[in-house]
């Protein structure tokens, strides 16, 4: 079972999350696809110097663990959701 969140709920969170990181003046994207929201946005010079290059985590046990520490924040009701 699903449960769509309201997308102004996805979008509030994933901006307090990503507050304080990476340099949206460089380039930012919102994307909403139904029922979760991506925020993108570029590094800062001194983050990418000290993250080195991007690396594409999804389907792996890195993805997992950074899903479970976010889990924690969303409303108890919507712990389990996973998209």
């Known amino acids: 079972m699903s449960i769509a969140l309201p997308v102004e709920f996805?979008?509030?969170?994933?901006?307090?999350?990503i507050e304080g990181v990476g340099d949206a003046s460089l380039g930012q994207w919102e994307e909403y696809t139904g029922y979760a929201f991506?925020?993108?946005?570029?590094?800062s010079s001194d983050e990418q110097i000290a993250i080195g290059d991007v690396v594409d985590i999804r389907d792996t046990d890195?993805?997992?663990?950074?899903?479970?520490?976010?889990?924690q924040h969303l409303p108890e009701q919507h712990r389990d959701f996973k998209g």
């Open 38 to 43: 991506h925020l993108r946005r570029r590094l």
């Open 10 to 17: 996805l979008r509030k969170q994933a901006f307090k999350f």
């Open 62 to 71: 890195e993805q997992e663990r950074r899903w479970l520490k976010v889990r």
